[in-house]
Every structure is written in C-alpha cells, then in structure tokens.
T-cell receptor
Framework: AQKVTQAQTEISVVEKEDVTLDCVYE???????LFWYKQPPSGELVFLIR??????QNEISGRYSWNFQKSTSSFNFTITASQVVDSAVYFC???????????FGKGTMLLVSP | DADVTQTPRNRITKTGKRIMLECSQT?????MYWYRQDPGLGLRLIYY???????NKGEISDGYSVSRQAQAKFSLSLESAIPNQTALYFC??????????????????FGAGSRLTVL
C-alpha cells in the first residue's frame, strides 16, 4: 500500500525567511509519480509539480525548489524568501505506475506573516 | 468558464436527506474522481472512473454512490446524509495514465469544491 506522510502540521514564518516542507512516502512500486499541490485560503487546489521516480534531478522554479531523494523516500519542497501570498496548505501526493489515483498526505499549513 | 465545474458550491442539508453533487468538465479527460477533504485528514478518494462504463471504489466509498452519465459528467450521491459526511468535496479529472508518458499524465485538475454541511 502507498502512503504519504507530511509530519509538519503547521509552520509559521516571517516574510523573506526560507522554509522547507517535508514529505516522506512509502510505495512498493519502482515506478511512481510524486506531486505537490497548493491550496490557498480561497480553497482551490493548484498543481505545482510532478516528479517521476526515475528522475532524481532537483528542480527549481523561481522561489520554489524541490529535492527528491529516493534513498530516504523524500520529496521536500523549499520556498526561498517566502511571501505572504505563499500562505496556504500544501499537499504532497503519490501515484503508482499504471494508475492515476493519487494518495495525498494530510497537508502542511504554511503561514507567512508580514 | 472553469475546466472542471462543481455544483452546488455550498449546500446545507439535514440528516437523512438525499444529496447529489455534480461535476462536469471541458478538458476532454477520460478519468474523473471524487475526493473528500476534512481538516487535518488531507484528501481521501471516494470513487473514481476511468471511462463511462467504469466505476471504482476508493478509500472511503461507504455511504456514497456515483454515476458517470457521460465522459464529461460524474455525479456523487449521498443516499441518506449523516453529519459526519460534512466536508469539502472535490471533483477532479486527469488525462491518460503513466503508460501514455504524456506530460500531463496523472496530473489531476480539480474543481473549485463543494462544501456540504449535514445538520
């Protein structure tokens, strides 16, 4: 069975601080996808990134970066120089090869104060 | 118009009533899903459908049923609503799965959510 753990329930930072959101996953498949979604206070779910299990290259997109490490089954998300608009709940998710149902973690609420 | 549209957006009902949440999409995706979000529990899969004739139970299907009326429409029903079904419900769609190798494979596009309160 697949499982996603986001151990940090809530994180509070001050604007311009860097923050890392942790995600640890469990799967028996050797081929799988990992995702991050953002849910701002308005409630919609916004896709941020998808990573294939066979591609361990880290990715950077503006202030966002993702660190995928198979050895520790982790897919962590870092926001550099956080802004108030980054305040949201962030979900990590996993889908196994051949399926498109996603298993989500419980989410991490990030609060960025001015 | 939104790619994935959910109706109603908000609904308050009483215990024992039958409720239907509707979802329609214009993305042309074959795959559709219903998820439920509860505070502190993340999103949990209720039902999913890979095409019009396909219905599959998810993690928490008890108390729910679904209907895939067309490729673009996927409805979730609560035959007899109970208070612990109070939650935020999301419909989602996706294109072909991992086998397609497509850029959007397995990426879910979500509707705006339907907030259901059962009194």
């Amino acid at each position: 069975a697949q499982k996603v753990t986001q151990a940090q329930t809530e994180i509070s930072v001050v604007e311009k601080e860097d923050v890392t959101l942790d995600c640890v996953y469990e799967t028996r498949d050797t081929t799988y996808y990992l995702f991050w979604y953002k849910q701002p206070p308005s409630g919609e779910l916004v896709f941020l990134i998808r990573r294939n299990s066979f591609d361990e290259q880290n990715e950077i997109s503006g202030r966002y970066s993702w660190n995928f490490q198979k050895s520790t089954s982790s897919f962590n998300f870092t926001i550099t120089a956080s802004q108030v608009v980054d305040s949201a709940v962030y979900f990590c998710a996993l889908s196994e090869a051949g399926y498109s149902t996603l298993t989500f973690g419980k989410g991490t609420m990030l609060l960025v104060s001015p | 118009d939104a790619d994935v549209t959910q109706t109603p957006r908000n609904r308050i009902t009483k215990t024992g009533k039958r409720i239907m949440l509707e979802c329609s999409q214009t993305k042309g995706h074959d795959r559709m899903y219903w998820y439920r979000q509860d505070p502190g529990l993340g999103l949990r899969l209720i039902y999913y459908s890979f095409d019009v004739k396909d219905i599959n139970k998810g993690e928490i299907s008890d108390g729910y049923s679904v209907s895939r009326q067309a490729q673009a429409k996927f409805s979730l029903s609560l035959e007899s609503a109970i208070p612990n079904q109070t939650a935020l419900y999301f419909c989602a769609t996706s294109g072909l799965g991992q086998r397609s190798g497509g850029e959007g494979a397995n990426v879910l596009t979500f509707g705006a959510g339907s907030r259901l309160t059962v009194l």
